[in-house]
């Protein structure tokens, strides 16, 4: 009988210490991708890849802008054209209608040779949004488990090996959040280059009435683009605090399932982001 006690003591011990495993790594884990996650996000599309970024910038000064410049000159003929029909075939027209004009043709120029300062902009500001809220994400998710440890003792060892089979499938889940993460972050940068490297071609509409819509559009995306990283930050901050409180779910099983649950909203979340953002900027 000894002997018996002593191997099922071995197997407790050996169980136990493989849970608290799971879960100690778990939040090794997920401090690290919080972090990495707060540090991908805060930063522009040019520090995140310059390699890439450069690419970008060369294909659209050498293929998009020439078409945006042609853009472009239809645009301000047009306005012309349309101002002249508006003042009577120029029998109202003012001196002002055409300095008007010209202030117009100027500002459209400047905004076409400096399309990027533009895009760099509102990356910018919104870099200086996510890392002013960084404060709030700061990789240090501390949870007691000494409670879990004092409730594990007292469980027989065929209950603890199922504890010990949900926590592997908690380990499992922490590594989905990892591939999750990583799909929306990169998701996220690849949509963010497609959508400068096209820059020039709306920002050439924005100086006229009826096509500037095209233009205004584009900025609206650019904003949802730039402030979705705010939204990744606040998902993970939410996330990181309710994991805090696991300890006081009600046991060691609900907790193990509780914190699944809250894994899997926190995937479906991240990858709602994008539209989410959308949705807020119109």
């Given at each position: ?26 939040f090794?884990?997920v401090?690290?991708?919080v ?7 805060g ?12 690419m970008?910038?060369g ?11 042609i ?5 301000v003929?047009?306005e012309l ?5 508006d003042r009577?075939n ?21 905004i ?9 902009a ?15 994400v ?14 594990l ?9 199922g ?26 940068m ?7 490297s ?10 006229n ?9 584009y900025?609206?995306g ?6 979705q ?33 809250y ?12 539209s989410?953002s ?5």
């Amino acid at each position: 009988m000894d002997f018996l006690k002593t191997i099922t003591d071995w197997i407790k011990e050996a169980l136990i210490g493989g849970i608290m495993s799971n879960f100690q790594g778990m939040f090794d884990e997920v401090n690290t991708k919080v972090v990495q996650l707060a540090d991908q996000v805060g930063e522009t599309p040019q520090s995140w890849n310059a390699g890439v970024f450069n690419m970008v910038k060369g294909l659209s000064d050498t293929v998009i802008i020439p078409i945006a410049g042609i853009i472009l000159t239809f645009v301000v003929c047009y306005e012309l054209i349309q101002m002249i029909i508006d003042r009577n075939n120029m029998h109202n027209l003012d001196t002002f209608d055409i300095f008007k004009w010209i202030l117009k043709t100027f500002v459209a120029v400047m905004i076409l040779t400096h399309t990027f300062d533009i895009v760099m902009a509102v990356f910018e500001l919104a870099q200086h949004v996510v890392n002013s809220s960084g404060q709030y994400v700061n990789g240090n998710i501390n949870v007691d488990l000494s409670q879990f440890e004092d409730t594990l003792q007292a469980m027989e060892w065929y209950v603890l090996l199922g504890l010990y089979l949900e926590s592997a499938i908690l380990s499992l889940a922490m590594k989905a959040i990892s591939i999750c993460i990583f799909i929306v972050m990169y998701g996220r940068m690849l949509e963010i280059y497609l959508t400068v490297s096209i820059a020039p071609i709306p920002l050439a509409t924005m100086v006229n009435k009826e096509w500037g819509q095209t233009g205004q559009k584009y900025l609206k995306g650019l904003f949802a683009l730039a402030f979705q990283g705010f939204l990744i930050i606040v998902c993970v901050a939410v996330y990181a605090a309710l994991l805090v409180g696991i300890v006081d779910s009600g046991g060691v099983q609900s907790a193990i399932w509780t914190c699944i649950g809250y894994t899997v909203l926190l995937c479906f979340t991240l990858f709602k982001t994008g539209s989410l953002s959308k949705s807020l900027f119109s």
